[in-house]
T-cell receptor, first 115, second 111 residues
Framework: DGGITQSPKYLFRKEGQNVTLSCEQN?????MYWYRQDPGQGLRLIYY???????QKGDIAEGYSVSREKKESFPLTVTSAQKNPTAFYLC??????????????FGDGTRLSIL | GEDVEQSLFLSVREGDSSVINCTYT??????LYWYKQEPGAGLQLLTY?????DMKQDQRLTVLLNKKDKHLSLRIADTQTGDSAIYFC???????????FGTGTRLQVFP
């Protein structure tokens, strides 16, 4: 079945540590997105990518980094500069960015906590 | 700036209808979406409506769009305990490539 796979489901970060969240899709979508979800705040866009080797900052990119070396993969690194990383992280994909006739499809999320 | 607003909570009795409301400040003329999020899971696309429509019905779900008032609603008929979840509306941004999500409405269904 086509879909988006996020791993791990739960992740713990120590002080000063960088951690990487994985997102893989087999939907052949060009566009991929990372969102952060906090209680009562909805979804906030961290980074998005329209195509391989290209990505743009979203609304809350500080303390995060991404790469897009393959169409299928869009990993998110939460760096030590992100002082409040505890949240639920959601990865999504769509056929294209800017084509709002096509919905975004979501993975099952990764919950990141501070140790 | 662009904003999508929803009330945070809704509680209904099993078998009753639920109505979840959403208002948006601006949107390109295109699709508007409703997503459902169950505990600990990602967002699942529930239904959508094109901006030139007033209503769309899909089994127990009815979407109503008042474009003049920028108001979108999702009605769930015969609400079941399995409908308990967070419901997000989403509207495409008018002048960027982004999809703007509301804060989500937590629907609780009690017997």
């Amino acid at each position: 079945d086509g879909g988006i796979t996020q791993s791990p489901k739960y992740l713990f970060r120590k002080e000063g540590q960088n951690v990487t969240l994985s997102c893989e899709q087999n939907l052949n979508h060009d566009a991929m997105y990372w969102y952060r979800q906090d209680p009562g705040q909805g979804l906030r866009l961290i980074y998005y990518s329209q195509i391989v080797n290209d990505f743009q900052k979203g609304d809350i990119a500080e303390g995060y980094s991404v790469s897009r070396e393959k169409k299928e993969s869009f990993p998110l690194t939460v760096t030590s500069a992100q002082k409040n990383p505890t949240a639920f992280y959601l990865c999504a994909s769509s056929i294209r960015v800017g084509d709002s006739n096509q919905p975004q499809h979501f993975g099952d999320g990764t919950r990141l906590s501070i140790l | 700036g662009e904003d999508v607003e929803q009330s945070l909570f809704l509680s209904v009795r099993e078998g009753d209808s639920s109505v979840i409301n959403c208002t948006y400040t601006d949107s390109s003329s295109t699709y508007l979406y409703w997503y459902k999020q169950e505990p600990g899971a990602g967002l699942q696309l529930l239904t959508y409506i094109f901006s030139n429509m007033d209503m769309k019905q899909d089994q127990r779900l009815t979407v109503l769009l008042n474009k003049k008032d920028k108001h979108l609603s999702l009605r769930i008929a015969d609400t079941q305990t399995g409908d308990s979840a967070i419901y997000f509306c989403a509207a495409p941004s008018y002048n960027t490539d982004k999809l703007i999500f509301g804060t989500g409405t937590r629907l609780q269904v009690f017997p």
